[in-house]
């Protein structure tokens, strides 16, 4: 069954802060949260490499890498910024990139968003994601 | 999820996100390493679940993400008015395949035998279902395409014949396989490297140790079966550290 995002609390997406997530609003202290509108000016704009995290509700592997994200994300911060992307309500960037599974991390080297320098797909343990994240985070 | 974590935080659980690497079950305290970090406990839970198997195609992993799956809920989503195959005969091929039908316009699913493993029940509701069809006695050899998936070449198990299936998507459902590899040496495993518990326990063939979760459950293989039994680890676990403390102390 669909779930609304909405529904729940944003510290189910990792972090007790309020974060709206429609409006693109940090999801935690180190997460930003992207959306159809959002996505193009925050490739473009970033002065880092950018690993976006493609994810719905309704996707349990989305939910038991959250916490790896979360970890990586205030970890390596400096090097590499992580944002989350609900499938559910911003079907046009994921199609754009041909998602089709989730969850799928691309990684955007700055000012490259016509095309993904790294592309990640399934749930994956922190050791793995950090190996094939390497060249993001040395 | 982020809420169990968190109340488990706030009774002072420490996390480390990690894979471990190695295991000495020997005696307590039990060693466990992750990448040359070494802990220690007196009593040890392990619930590192199952993973799901899959052919072992080159094509298959190339095109992961690319319309091959191994997640129908999390993935069906995105193949609506798609055609999809379903590999596998089992309760949750047919689950996947009967669940895909929400959004597929056809749904094949290719099993190996001539007829299905899954339960009656849910083997008539696949039957019955106008948008699902079979091909029995079939494997999958390859799958096509190049940055997304167009067919899977299918050999016929009984004539050898090969046949393309056009589809966008394949989902593969063919069974988990225990994450028990770190442990097989020191623990009592079955044959198909389930660890082996108690009746009505989590307790393993090493005293302190227990087992919790998909990693040692065959049968249920559900998120609330997993969580109560590893209730029921905690709870052992709990136990049998309280009987260890007059010897500790001595
Ligand atoms: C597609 C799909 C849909 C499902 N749908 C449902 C459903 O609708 N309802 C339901 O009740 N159940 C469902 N299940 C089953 C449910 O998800 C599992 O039964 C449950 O997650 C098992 O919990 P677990 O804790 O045993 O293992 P898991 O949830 O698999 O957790 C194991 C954890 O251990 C970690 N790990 C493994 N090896 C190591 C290591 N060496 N070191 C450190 N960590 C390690 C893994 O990274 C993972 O985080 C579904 C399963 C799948 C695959």
Redesign the interface.
Same mark, same amino acid.
């Given at each position: 069954m669909r779930v609304e995002a909405a529904a729940f609390p944003p510290s189910r997406l990792g972090g007790d802060r309020p974060g709206n997530l429609t409006k693109g609003v940090g999801v935690s202290d180190h997460i930003v949260a992207l959306t159809d509108s959002t996505f193009d000016e925050t490739i473009s704009g970033a002065d880092k490499p950018v690993l976006v995290d493609f994810w719905a509700e309704w996707c349990g592997p989305c939910k038991m890498i959250a916490p790896v994200l979360e970890e990586i994300a205030s970890e390596n911060g400096g090097k590499l910024q992580i944002a989350k992307l609900n499938v559910d309500d911003n079907p046009n960037v994921a199609m754009r990139y041909n998602v089709m599974s989730i969850p799928t991390l691309l990684v955007f080297k700055p000012g490259e968003s016509a095309q993904e320098a790294r592309r990640l797909v399934g749930a994956k343990g922190k050791a793995q994601l950090l190996q094939e994240l390497a060249e993001f985070v040395a | 999820?982020?809420?169990f974590?968190?109340q488990a935080a706030r009774f002072g659980a420490d &996390?480390v996100? $990690?894979?471990a690497d190695r295991v000495d079950l020997a005696s307590a305290p039990f060693g466990v390493w992750v990448?040359g970090t070494e802990y220690r406990g007196e009593a040890l839970i392990i619930s590192t679940g199952a993973t799901a198997r899959m052919l072992g195609l080159e094509s298959e992993q190339r095109l992961? %993400?690319? %319309?091959?799956? /191994? +997640?129908a /809920? +999390?993935?069906g &989503? &995105? &193949?609506r008015g798609k055609r999809l195959a379903v590999v596998g005969g089992g309760d949750s091929a047919v689950e996947e395949a009967t669940f895909l039908t929400k959004f597929a316009t056809q749904v094949t699913l290719v099993h190996r035998r001539d007829e299905l493993r899954a339960s009656k029940i849910m083997a008539e509701r696949a039957y019955a279902n106008p948008k699902i069809d079979f091909r029995w006695n079939a494997v999958v050899d390859d799958v096509v395409g190049n %940055?997304?998936v167009e067919a899977v070449r299918l050999r016929d198990t009984l004539t050898d014949e090969h046949s393309d299936l056009a589809v966008e %998507?394949v989902f593969v459902a063919i069974g988990h396989d225990p994450n028990s590899a770190l442990f097989r040496q020191q623990l009592d495993c079955d044959d198909a490297g389930y660890i082996v518990t108690g009746a009505d326990s989590t307790s393993t063939s090493v005293e302190g140790v227990f087992a919790a979760g998909d990693v040692q459950d065959h049968v249920y293989r559900q $998120?609330i079966t997993a969580a109560g039994s590893g209730c029921m680890a905690a709870i052992e676990a709990e136990h049998w550290l309280a009987a260890q403390e007059p010897t500790a102390r001595q």
């Open positions: - | 999820m982020t809420k974590r968190e &996390f996100t $990690a894979d990448d992961l %993400g690319h %319309g091959v799956s /191994t +997640c /809920t +999390c993935d &989503f &995105f &193949f %940055g997304r %998507g $998120a």
